[in-house]
């Protein structure tokens, strides 16, 4: 995995932004009804397994808030379903299906929008949003059993499933999805009795998951799937401590940036038994392409090259030490918010300027991995002035597209537009630039 992420950052990478990509052209509405404003970037949310690692996605629309009133209106739900559909298309989400599924939401009666039948089946899953008002005849069941007979799958929302008239639905479904955000555990406890009473077999999912704690109480329900804020948030640590291990990844960095000799470091990888280790495996990996095998620390320092190493030694910062719990979903997180970043730049700035874009967008996630505030994370590492004052005070010229490249996990549609248009940039370019920037980092992601 490092092999690979190094080769990239090492120049082998494409940083030219994808072709734009244009909206999908809003569904004809009743002649009393404006046409709706067509939303604009897409939102991701993760989803991880019981492995802690990221094993699927769910895609929304963002939506502004005097929109939202619409979507109950049957024409706007649809018009919606097609929007998100046809954004989704565009983005080529086919790409991401290999490696992870994709949970889809749309109202029952757009499972007859055209564009369904020829949607690529395995790792699909549609997330039926479903009302009290929703009828459920044989025609809808139908049109599901249809659709699973093809490979697809369905998810529904417990609180709408247990109904007794909803039984039939809950029977084709293949994942519940429950809102754990009020941690009560014996009413979600219940919940689940209830649901496996009424057919066994399904898997459950966590939504709404707000702390590692609750995580941890819905690992041991058994949930299959979690989703919420947990993977990101800044856990509030009484006495924060940083690792010996990511101490030692830290002072090598800051000894790269300010130019310390071949010497100097090899002297203080020796200290370190096991990265000097991880060092001679990397140089000696056959992604390195060398003829003959390195055996000292100081060779395989002159190999890699200080940009190499500093790249290598980013990654170990992730990924070395004494891991913890959620490592690999922040770091997943961090890399697409820095691959997002880094494309959306790559029409305007130079290569160097791009680089420190990208570590702009890994390093605002460090925080996070290192269970530490991020003022005292970033006094410990020598960076750019620009990097830093994008990640800490939000300003800078590196700050819009850290700021958009975040935005692709949130709902704030607020200052989306005003940031795209401050950087030159359509907000279709964004959609197409998140769908690469998903299917990159998961491929290097995947063996850590």
């Known amino acids: 995995m490092l092999n690979r992420l190094v080769g990239m950052w090492s120049g082998s990478r494409d940083t030219a932004a994808p072709p734009p990509q244009g909206n999908v052209p809003p569904a004809a509405e009743p002649a009393a009804r404006p046409a709706a404003k067509a939303p604009s970037v897409m939102r991701r949310e993760a989803i991880l397994g019981r492995d802690q690692k990221v094993a699927a996605y769910t895609f929304m629309l963002r939506r502004a808030p005097d929109e939202q009133r619409d979507r109950a209106l049957p024409d706007m739900q649809r018009l919606y379903d097609e929007t998100l559909l046809g954004n989704l298309q565009r983005m080529d989400v086919a790409r991401l299906l290999g490696q992870r599924l994709a949970f889809v939401p749309v109202v029952p009666a757009s499972l007859s929008i055209p564009l369904i039948d020829t949607w690529p089946a395995a790792g699909t899953v549609w997330v039926l949003r479903i009302d009290g008002q929703t009828p459920i005849d044989d025609s809808l069941l139908a049109r599901m059993a249809e659709l699973k007979a093809r490979g697809f799958s369905f998810a529904l929302y417990a609180d709408v499933a247990i109904r007794p008239e909803r039984h039939a639905l809950l029977q084709l479904a293949d994942y519940v999805l429950m809102d754990v955000g009020s941690e009560d555990m014996p009413a979600i406890t219940a919940q689940m009795a209830a649901v496996s009473k009424v057919v066994a077999g399904k898997r459950f999912v966590a939504t709404e998951v707000q702390t590692l704690e609750a995580f941890h109480m819905c690992h041991k329900l058994q949930f299959a799937l979690f989703m919420g804020p947990f993977i990101t948030r800044r856990e509030t640590l009484a006495t924060p401590v940083m690792g010996p291990s990511r101490a030692k990844v830290l002072d090598l960095m800051n000894r790269v940036r300010t130019g310390a000799e071949q010497p100097e470091l090899a002297g ?120 830093t004052e994008a990640i800490v005070s939000q300003r800078g010229p590196y700050a819009p597209y850290l700021a958009l490249a975040i935005a692709c996990e949130q709902d704030d549609l ?30 290097l992601s995947a063996d850590v």
Do not use: C
């Not at 890699?304 to 992730?318: H, N």
């Not at 989306?416 to 491929?443: P, S, T």
């Open 414 to 443: 607020s200052s989306l537009e005003a940031l795209a248009g401050q950087i030159g940039r359509d907000v279709a370019d964004i959609n197409a630039v998140h769908m690469d920037a998903l299917l990159w980092a998961q491929q």
């Open 268 to 387: 203080h990888f020796r200290q370190d038994p096991a990265l000097s280790v991880r060092l001679l495996r990397y140089v000696n990996s056959p992604g390195m392409g060398l003829v003959s095998k390195v055996g000292g620390i100081e060779q395989a320092l002159m190999v890699m090259g200080q940009d190499k190493l500093y790249r290598w030694l980013t990654l170990i910062l992730f990924t070395g030490g004494q891991t913890q719990e959620l490592d690999q979903a922040v770091l997943e997180n961090a890399l697409v918010r820095g691959r997002v970043a880094e494309q959306l730049a790559g029409r305007a700035l130079f290569a160097k300027a791009r680089d420190e874009i990208f570590v702009a967008g890994l390093f605002s996630l460090l925080d996070v991995v290192m269970r530490m505030p991020m003022e005292q994370v970033l006094k410990q590492i020598s960076l750019p002035a620009e990097i």
